[in-house]
């Protein structure tokens, strides 16, 4: 009987990681920086920079830099704006 409740457990949560997944997958692509900004946070006001280097001295480009974004505030605001700074990295890469 501990087995058949085990079993199921794990089978449920391996329905539950599949459906997760399926879900996340049919999400539209973000290709915009505008379509990133929807991530972020509504009625505030937001200002982000990017600054990159690109060095090519050695044949293949070599890539480095940093990205901010901020709200004008001293408040720390990087758990609601991680997903807009998550996207805007895989737009620039």
Do not use: K
């Not at 280097?53 to 709200?71: A, C, F, K, N, W």
């Not at 990087?78 to 996207?87: L, P, V």
Request: aromatic share 4%; charged share 15%; proline share 3%.
């Amino acid at each position: 009987m501990r087995t058949l409740i085990a079993l199921t457990i794990i089978v449920a949560g391996v329905v539950v990681a599949v459906i997760n997944l399926a879900g996340a997958s049919q999400q539209p692509a973000m290709n915009t920086i505008e379509q990133c900004a929807s991530l972020l946070p509504q009625g505030q006001v937001y200002t982000f920079e990017v600054m990159g280097i690109v060095d090519t001295t050695s044949g293949s480009p070599q890539l480095s830099g940093e990205m901010s974004i901020s709200d004008g505030t001293e408040q720390d605001r990087s758990a609601e704006t991680e997903a807009f700074g998550q996207c805007l990295a895989r737009l620039i890469r």
